[in-house]
Nanobody
Framework: QVQLVESGGGLVQPGGSLRLSCAASGFTFSRYFMNWLRQAPGKERDVVASIGESGEITYYADSVKGRFTISRDNVKNMVYLRMNNLKPEDTAVYYC?????????WGQGAQVTVSS
């Protein structure tokens, strides 16, 4: 079955960096867009970044452009989110997600807390 497992979250000071990883299994990873979304307390879940099948196409939310980088490794079936210059407003649970046919698949989420 499809599985997405995030790792790499944690507590970081403002201005710091983290890299989130998402391990994918149960589907042909290289054929699908992959997405990172986040949900802050009391807010809706929003797309942070997306990446096309080969990695050539990327999308970023305006709030993270220039600070976050999405990448993927189609050999290891991994997708990454490198987050630099983190701000307190980046505090959220971060999710890895993909669409397969008519269904969405989500990881369990990784907590990122940016605080001094």
């Amino acid at each position: 079955q499809v599985q997405l497992v995030e790792s790499g979250g944690g507590l970081v000071q403002p201005g710091g960096s983290l890299r989130l990883s998402c391990a994918a299994s149960g589907f042909t990873f290289s054929r699908y867009f992959m997405n990172w979304l986040r949900q802050a307390p009391g807010k809706e879940r929003d797309v942070v970044a997306s990446i096309g099948e080969s990695g050539e196409i990327t999308y970023y939310a305006d709030s993270v452009k220039g600070r976050f980088t999405i990448s993927r490794d189609n050999v290891k079936n991994m997708v990454y989110l490198r987050m630099n210059n983190l701000k307190p407003e980046d505090t959220a649970v971060y999710y890895c997600m993909t669409h397969l046919d008519d269904s969405e698949y989500w990881g369990q989420g990784a907590q990122v807390t940016v605080s001094s």
